[in-house]
């Protein structure tokens, strides 16, 4: 029964085409989108989730989001995965996270992404991927 993967996983790979429609097709009208639980207010709606994937897919080069364990209800799918991508000036940016993905029938009406944005800041600003988040990056993906 891994549905939800599939669903997700599709997710993913229109958002490596930075394919922002097909993304936004996945979401309910009502979306409530923890980008960085407890760091950020959500986003709500799908206005609000475009403006922040143009956004976001605008400091994109490459994107290389993967997810490595994953396990699912029939509405809740849990992952864990990396957010990993390159931006145009080169510097790679690598955050391991936790993620909790809600559906409502074919749509994700809640989606809640669990990570360090300070992690993710220190890269930006230089610095170098640490041994624990290249430890958690190099396992295996599904």
């Keep these: 029964m891994a549905r939800r993967i599939e669903q997700f996983q599709s997710v993913i790979d229109n958002w490596k085409r930075k394919d922002i429609d097909a993304v936004l097709a996945s979401m309910s009208e009502g979306i409530v989108w923890h980008f960085a639980a407890a760091a950020e207010p959500p986003l709500v709606g799908k206005t609000a989730a475009r403006k922040f994937l143009v ?7 490459e994107i290389r989001w993967r997810i490595i364990h994953h396990a699912e209800t029939e509405n809740r799918l849990f992952v864990e995965g990396v957010d990993e991508y390159v931006t145009p000036a080169g510097v790679t940016i690598s955050a391991p996270y936790a993620g909790v993905i809600e559906f409502d029938g074919d749509f994700i009406s809640a989606w809640r992404d669990y990570v360090d944005v300070g992690v993710m800041r220190a890269q930006r600003n230089g610095e170098p991927i640490t041994s624990q988040v290249t430890q958690l990056a190099q396992r295996p993906s599904i």
Excluded: Q
Excluded at 55 to 61: K, Q, S, W, Y
């Design 55 to 61: 956004r976001f897919g605008a400091d994109i080069a």
